[in-house]
């Protein structure tokens, strides 16, 4: 089975009565693998996905790609690019297991993201974009291409002034707490968005990790320095590092970048 193939049976997996339908059995060990001949990329997307996969219908997942000193762009902004291909591709991938792609205003004002997926096989996720000061320009690309429907969820009082084009549904929170990570878990599921990746940026990313809103987090790191720029994960930490969280993670190698895949279920 070549890589392509694995790929597009993977989709379709959500629960262990589809892993065995997609031609996976179970080890020994609660591990998976292809009951048939599969080459080395078949074998290692299994791995790799397969976990995020079975996590079930509501599962909140966050990715980060940053240098090895903890930053995900340059003191200017330049994020072009701090990871290799190999980790874009593995975003694309997590956005084709998704049912919503969430990203905070600054990501949104600065990099202009398409969030869609472009790199593997897949549907597009549902764009979320938060927005409670408004400060969001409504030329993004999110709210003008079509490419997939967004939801931009603004405070009281803010959001685009005029008609916003087709596929682009303007929700208005009734206060901060309603932007709470927690409450927009909460909120997505309820208009049946149960499977939620938090793209960015860094603020976003540690507000829901801090706040407990996260099952698992990729984080990739790329061998550069860059000395200073936008910071990647930053929240109150320990005072002490025997109070540092630990979970369980997993490692892989992608290109020259190692990625990170941290078990926060029991965080």
Do not use: K, N
Not at 163 to 177: E, N, S
Not at 193 to 217: D, K, Q
């Amino acid at each position: 089975m070549s890589g392509d193939e694995a790929w597009r049976r993977l989709l379709d997996v959500r629960a262990p009565a589809d892993a065995r339908a997609a031609g996976l059995v179970a080890g020994p060990d609660g591990g998976w693998r292809w009951a048939g001949p599969a080459s080395t990329e078949a074998a290692d997307l299994a791995d790799r996905y397969l976990p995020l996969c079975l996590a079930g219908p509501r599962v909140t997942f966050a990715q980060l790609g940053q240098s090895l000193d903890g930053f995900i762009a340059t003191r200017t902004g330049d994020a072009d690019y701090v990871t290799g291909e190999e980790d874009r591709r593995h975003l694309h991938r997590l956005r084709a297991l998704a049912d919503a792609v969430l990203v905070g205003a600054g990501t949104a004002v600065a990099d202009d993201p398409q969030l869609t997926v472009r790199a593997c096989a897949g549907a597009h996720p549902v764009r979320v974009v938060l927005d409670p000061r408004g400060r969001v320009p409504a030329d993004r690309r999110v709210f003008t291409d079509g490419s997939a429907p967004t939801l931009w969820l603004v405070g009281p009082g803010s959001g685009p002034g005029r008609p916003v084009a087709d596929g682009v549904t303007v929700l208005r929170l009734p206060d901060d707490d309603a932007f709470t990570p927690r409450r927009l878990v909460a909120t997505l599921a309820h208009r049946g968005l149960g499977r939620v990746l938090v793209e960015g940026g860094g603020v976003t990313v540690s507000r829901f990790l801090h706040g407990g809103a996260l099952r698992r987090l990729y984080v990739t790191v790329a061998p550069v320095l860059l000395g200073d720029g936008v910071p990647g994960l930053r929240f109150d930490g320990p005072d002490v590092m025997r109070e540092a969280r630990r979970p369980p993670l997993r490692r892989a190698r992608l290109g020259e970048d190692t990625l990170f895949e941290l078990d926060l279920t029991d965080a």
